[in-house]
T-cell receptor, first 112, second 109 residues
Framework: ETGVTQSPTHLIKTRGQQVTLRCSSQ?????VSWYQQALGQGPQFIFQ???????GRGNFPPRFSGLQFPNYSSELNVNALELDDSALYLC???????????FGPGTRLLVL | AQRVTQPEKLLSVFKGAPVELKCNYS??????LFWYVQYSRQRLQLLLR??SRESIKGFTADLNKGETSFHLKKPFAQEEDSAMYYC???????????FGTGTRLKVLA
């Protein structure tokens, strides 16, 4: 059984740039959720994808967008980066109906 | 508004002492609640969920709808319990998860 993987592990961008983060789901899982975790805070839900469609979204602006592919892997795209976007971005996969999530190690994004 | 509150940022106890990590939630519907744990240099992982009503690593958590709480308890803390603990609320129908800010548990020898 392969766990959730994320790439890259670290990333440095400048304000205004765009970034793409990637996530591979755990084998057999069909749902992916993305979270933003700022320093000292709990994970904040960005959105969830199931069957390649977004079906749940937290309080994040439209410049946060995503994709899910037929193999259930996923991307998080953030446009027009702001300094406050600096955080750890977590991906979690699950099987629809179970709601127990399996987390990846995260991608740490620094925006300068 | 839906919210999860973990009032303690840090909880220090001695080995063998009882542990209670507090979690309160705000939600008008029927809650699904979870405890997740993150050990040093490891990823976030599920500890337990309220519908399972099971004990994992000696931890239990009971949902109290009257007090809107889901406190995590263990009668005798072990050093290996030292970790970051997050309480999470799942809002069914919206597919949203709401996490608390976490409590760092330190078990002292």
């Amino acid at each position: 059984e392969t766990g959730v993987t994320q790439s890259p592990t670290h990333l440095i961008k400048t304000r205004g740039q765009q970034v793409t983060l990637r996530c591979s789901s755990q084998s057999g899982h069909n749902t992916v959720s993305w979270y933003q975790q700022a320093l000292g805070q709990g994970p904040q839900f960005i959105f969830q994808y199931y069957r390649e469609e977004e079906n749940g979204r937290g309080n994040f602006p439209p410049r946060f967008s995503g994709l899910q592919f037929p193999n259930y892997s996923s991307e998080l795209n953030v446009n027009a980066l702001e300094l406050d976007d600096s955080a750890l971005y977590l991906c979690a996969s699950s099987l629809r109906g179970s709601e127990t999530q399996y987390f990846g190690p995260g991608t740490r994004l620094l925006v300068l | 508004a839906q919210r999860v509150t973990q009032p303690e940022k840090l909880l220090s106890v001695f080995k063998g002492a009882p542990v209670e990590l507090k979690c309160n939630y705000s939600y008008s519907g029927s809650p699904e609640l979870f405890w997740y744990v993150q050990y040093s240099r490891q990823r976030l992982q599920l500890l337990l969920r309220h519908i399972s009503r099971e004990s994992i690593k000696g931890f239990t958590a009971d949902l109290n709808k009257g007090e809107t709480s889901f406190h995590l308890k263990k009668p005798f803390a072990q050093e290996e319990d030292s970790a970051m603990y997050y309480c999470a609320l799942y809002i069914s129908g919206t597919y949203k998860y709401i996490f608390g800010t976490g409590t760092r548990l330190k078990v002292l020898a």
